[in-house]
T-cell receptor
């Protein structure tokens, strides 16, 4: 069974300061891990994904995440927050499901607030 | 690429009415997923298809919910009869094949009154 835990339901940062959104996962196999972002009244957009290649993954809009197997973590970071980063962020673990498809398990989300 | 297209974007309906949500996946994608998002339960996988065949419908809440995929470019999620607790955002998503990124539509926002 797989699961993902987002450790903070809300994070607030000032514009221009670093962002850290924390995620821990549990998976029976070598997982694929994703971060998705959801802006208000919008669908989910892929930020980045890890699929057993380089452990440091770079995504869109300056975000990156590091896969740490020993800590079962996949934290999302950005050096400098921008007002447009305010959104909800989902950490997602993927496992192979019946029929060979990807079965995604979503975290509960972290709401990022960016203040002036 | 147009992305995953869902309709309607917003629907308000009365309890007991039939609701049909529609989805057009990205062309060439073999997998199609229906998710539901609520404040209480977050994002839940309802059902997914591979090559138009339903593979796992264990997330479908009850018999009032049904989903079909008559061809590679179209799927429906139907609720009959609808209830207020069905109010949620329903997302359709697709992926090219096993192991690939899943792309989401912008959602259908359903309110049952």
């Amino acid at each position: 069974a797989q699961s993902v835990t987002q450790l903070d339901s809300h994070v607030s940062v000032s514009e221009g300061t670093p962002v850290l959104l924390r995620c821990n996962y549990s998976s029976s196999y070598s997982p694929s891990l994703f971060w998705y972002v959801q802006h208000p009244n919008k669908g989910l957009q892929l930020l980045l994904k890890y699929t057993s290649a380089a452990t440091l993954v770079k995504g869109i809009n300056g975000f990156e995440a590091e896969f740490k197997k020993s800590e079962t973590s996949f934290h999302l970071t950005k050096p400098s927050a921008h007002m447009s980063d305010a959104a909800e962020y989902f950490c997602v673990v993927s496992d192979r499901a019946a029929g060979g498809g990807n079965k995604l398990t979503f975290g509960t989300g972290t709401q990022l607030k960016v203040e002036l | 690429d147009a992305g995953v297209i869902q309709s309607p974007r917003h629907e308000v309906t009365e309890m007991g009415q039939e609701v049909t949500l529609r989805c057009k996946p990205i062309s060439g994608h073999d997998y199609l997923f229906w998710y539901r998002q609520t404040m209480m339960r977050g994002l839940e996988l309802l059902i997914y298809f591979n090559n138009n065949v339903p593979i796992d419908d264990s997330g479908m809440p009850e018999d009032r919910f049904s989903a079909k995929m008559p061809n590679a470019s179209f799927s429906t999620l139907k609720i009959q009869p609808s209830e207020p607790r069905d109010s949620a955002v329903y997302f359709c998503a697709s992926s090219r094949d096993s192991g690939n990124t899943i792309y989401f539509g912008e959602g259908s926002w359903l309110t049952v009154v």
